[in-house]
């Protein structure tokens, strides 16, 4: 008889704090909702092969941005958290806009998503 192992969750939202310049913000962990949102954006991007199967992204157009917009939050100095745009973060030299993707990535647990794609 084997035994399995249970899985135990916290419902509480990973959140790593961030300091762009002098300003602070908020990289936040996305729902389910918005996990879905990012990669059926991701999956229009797809070009695929003659066997049907993903073959690399035909569009990295704000592909970056888009995620990060949907993660990251301005601490206003009142406390209050605002959304950044999309346009706001193309402004931002590409460093900061990968990393801040990578770590949007690592938080919503999205690498696991894409590596199992690719196994499809």
Known sequence: MSTTKSLEFVLE?????VTIGSE???LVELDGKGRDTYLNNLGGRMRHGPDGKPSGVKDFEGLQAFLVAACLRKIEA?????????????????KVVSGLFDAAK??????EEEEEGKND
């Open 106 to 111: 690592e938080l919503s647990a999205l690498d």
């Open 24 to 26: 602070r913000y908020l």
């Open 13 to 17: 939202f990973q959140e790593r704090p």
């Open 78 to 94: 009142d406390g209050e958290l605002r959304a950044v745009s999309g346009e706001t973060i193309q402004a931002w030299p590409a």
